[in-house]
């Protein structure tokens, strides 16, 4: 497992493109304010290969929500490029984008985004109808229920469901197209914490077990330690980076998360 990171000239973007879900590419977004200028994301380069668990961490204001739609394509970059699969995204039309999003990434919003009048199957189903690609989805869906724990909330819709719940048929929703990527956003931010747990360890079970290829963005050490690589941002920036395995309890990753935002000491 492997991240190759950085914010400035792209020093660590010289693998080849074969099988990597995930390239960012010099890539920055501004905002305007009146006059005011804000680069919420400036000169970031990312790659992550097949089988990764990345959580990209920072505090509200530092730019990852806006880097996680920038890597969606739900917003366009003022620079740079990103390529899903070898293929750039932002060389598409809008309806070709949105096809290609629905095949090929899949999105867990804090929110659930689920239709209200649909069932947890249609729900989950929706992408695939949306495709029109409605053969052999039948031994898929129950096999995602079942693996969910979420089989016996097929037939209900969300509002007859916890939070947890709902959040289990979004992420089965996400893996009904077998994408390239799966992208959260937050995930655990709506959940109390004994859910919030159960879904970081769901999303490192996708991982482990089938090599499922998750991007996560979360503020929150005790969801980031979940993943087998934290990425820190700070101020639309990427500015380092460490291994999940070589942190060797939770308060050692919060104080090296606080030191890096400050900018001094190292994990010890």
């Known amino acids: 497992m492997s991240v190759l990171?950085?914010?400035?000239?792209?020093?660590?973007?010289?693998?080849?493109?074969?099988?990597?879900?995930l390239r960012v590419n010099n890539i920055?977004?501004?905002?305007?304010?009146?006059?005011?200028?804000?680069?919420?994301?400036?000169?970031?380069?990312?790659?992550?290969?097949?089988?990764d668990f990345i959580a990209i961490m920072g505090p509200s204001g530092s730019g990852k929500s806006?880097?996680?739609?920038?890597?969606?394509?739900?917003?366009?970059?003022?620079?740079?490029?990103?390529?899903v699969n070898g293929k750039d995204i932002f060389t598409m039309s809008d309806s070709q984008l949105t096809k290609f999003r629905r095949k090929h990434i899949g999105l867990v919003f804090q929110a659930y985004n689920l239709i209200p009048t649909l069932t947890a199957k249609d729900n989950i189903s929706l992408p695939i109808i949306l495709d029109s690609r409605l053969s052999?989805?039948?031994?898929?869906?129950?096999?995602?229920?079942?693996?969910?724990?979420i089989d016996h909330l097929q037939s209900q819709r969300p509002d007859t469901?916890?939070?947890?719940?709902?959040?289990?048929?979004?992420?089965?929703?996400?893996?009904?197209?077998?994408p390239s990527i799966i992208l959260a956003d937050e995930p655990?931010?709506?959940?109390?914490?004994?859910?919030?747990?159960?879904?970081?360890?769901?999303?490192?079970?996708?991982?482990?077990?089938?090599?499922?290829?998750?991007?996560?963005?979360?503020?929150?050490?005790?969801?980031?330690?979940?993943?087998?690589k934290i990425v820190i941002m700070k101020d639309g920036q990427l500015i380092d980076s460490i291994n999940t395995s070589e942190i060797k309890d939770f308060d050692s990753l919060v104080d090296f998360y606080?030191?890096?935002?400050?900018?001094?000491?190292?994990?010890?």
């Open 5 to 21: 990171l950085s914010s400035g000239k792209g020093q660590f973007m010289n693998k080849p493109n074969n099988s990597i879900p």
């Open 258 to 268: 606080q030191s890096r935002l400050a900018g001094t000491a190292s994990l010890q």
């Open 136 to 149: 052999n989805i039948e031994k898929q869906l129950l096999g995602l229920l079942k693996d969910l724990e």
């Open 161 to 178: 469901m916890s939070g947890g719940e709902q959040q289990r048929v979004a992420i089965a929703r996400a893996l009904i197209t077998n």
């Open 188 to 228: 655990t931010g709506n959940l109390d914490s004994i859910n919030g747990q159960r879904i970081c360890k769901i999303l490192r079970t996708l991982c482990d077990s089938q090599t499922r290829t998750i991007v996560m963005v979360t503020h929150e050490a005790q969801v980031a330690i979940w993943a087998k």
């Open 66 to 83: 806006t880097l996680l739609h920038l890597i969606a394509g739900l917003t366009n970059p003022d620079e740079g490029s990103i390529e």
């Open 28 to 51: 920055t977004k501004r905002f305007y304010q009146g006059q005011k200028i804000i680069e919420a994301v400036k000169k970031v380069n990312l790659i992550v290969e097949k089988g």
